[in-house]
C-alpha cells in the first residue's frame, strides 16, 4: 500500500479527533470517501449512532452541561449567552474573529445574532454534527469545516447566508453597506472562498461601485445575489452570462454597466 501523504496523515488525526474512532478505522472510512473528511465523517455516524458508548440522549446532556459552563449567570439569560461570553466561547474553539473562521462556528451553532448564542442552537447545532461532546472534539471539527470553507461550494453558500443573519442588527431587515462590506472582505477572503479571478479581483471592484454608486443598505435578496453572482463571474470574467432580460437585481445590472465602462475591452470580447 502507497504511504500516506502528509495532508493524508492529517486527515486521519482529524478524523480520529472528531470521532474517537481508532486509526485503522479512520483510514477505512477516509479511504472509501475519497479522504473527504465530512462524507467520512458523516458515513462514520451514521453507522454508529452511539460512538463511544455515548447515546444520543447522554451526548445531549452532556451539550447542556456544556452550555451552562459557557454562560455568566451574573449576565445571561438561561438559555442563551450574550456577547462576552460569546466571543470568549469563540476564542475557546480556536476562531478567528477577524476573518471567515467565526463564520462557520455562527453557523453551526445557528446564532441568532453577531453576540448571541441560544442553548437550542448550540445543543441542536453539535448533537447534529455527531462528534464527541467535548472541547477538544468539538475544537477539531470547527477546523475541519474551516478547511473546507473555500472547497466547498455548497457549504459555503451555507456559511454565506447564515452571514446575513447573525450579522444584521436582530431588529432591521438589512445591513448597512459599512457593515455588508466589511463582511464581504471577511467571508471573500481566506479561509472563505475568494472572490477573484486571473483578470480581475471582482470583490475589489464590487467595493468600488458600491463606494462610488450604491448609497442604500443591503437587504437578503442583494447579498444572497451577490454571491450567486459572484459564483457565475468566477466561473465567466467575461460576464457572458448577463443579459438585459436576466432576473438579476437592479444593483447587479449597475454594476455590469459600470465595469463594461470601466474594461470596456472585456465587453468587446464579450460582445464578439
Given at each position: 500500500m502507497p504511504a500516506l501523504t502528509n495532508l493524508q496523515k492529517s486527515l486521519v488525526?482529524?478524523?480520529v479527533a472528531a470521532t474517537g474512532a481508532n486509526d485503522k478505522t479512520a483510514l477505512r472510512f477516509l479511504k472509501n470517501a475519497n479522504?473527504?473528511?465530512?462524507v467520512a465523517a458523516d458515513t462514520y455516524f451514521a453507522s454508529n449512532p452511539d460512538v463511544g458508548g455515548v447515546s444520543s440522549a447522554a451526548r445531549e446532556a452532556t451539550l447542556e452541561k456544556m452550555f451552562?459552563?459557557?454562560?455568566d449567570p451574573s449576565a445571561d439569560p438561561k438559555d442563551s449567552i450574550a456577547a462576552e461570553s460569546t466571543?470568549?466561547?469563540l476564542t475557546s474553539l480556536g476562531v478567528n474573529m477577524e476573518n471567515a473562521e467565526m463564520f462557520v462556528a455562527l453557523e453551526l451553532v445557528q446564532a441568532p445574532s453577531f453576540g448571541e448564542i441560544t442553548r437550542k442552537g448550540f445543543v441542536d447545532g453539535w448533537?447534529?454534527?455527531r462528534v464527541n461532546p467535548s472541547k477538544s472534539a468539538h475544537q477539531q471539527y470547527i477546523r475541519t469545516r474551516i478547511a473546507h470553507l473555500s472547497s466547498d461550494p455548497v457549504y459555503f453558500k451555507k456559511v454565506y447566508r447564515h452571514t446575513f443573519i447573525a450579522c444584521k442588527e436582530p431588529e432591521q431587515r438589512a445591513l448597512t453597506l459599512e457593515n455588508a462590506l466589511v463582511f464581504w472582505d471577511m467571508i471573500f477572503s481566506p479561509p472563505g472562498r475568494p472572490w477573484k479571478t486571473a483578470s480581475h479581483d471582482w470583490l475589489e471592484l464590487w467595493k468600488q461601485f458600491l463606494g462610488e454608486k450604491w448609497t442604500r443598505s443591503v437587504n437578503r435578496d442583494m447579498w444572497n445575489q451577490t454571491l450567486e453572482?459572484?459564483?457565475k463571474s468566477m466561473a465567466d470574467e467575461t460576464l457572458s452570462f448577463w443579459s438585459e432580460d436576466g432576473a438579476w437585481p437592479g444593483v447587479i445590472d449597475e454594476f455590469v454597466a459600470w465595469f463594461r465602462e470601466k474594461y470596456p475591452v472585456d465587453a468587446m470580447e464579450?460582445?464578439?
Open positions: 488525526t482529524q478524523f479522504f473527504k473528511l465530512d451552562d459552563d459557557l454562560r466571543m470568549a466561547y448533537k447534529a454534527t453572482f459572484a459564483n464579450t460582445d464578439n
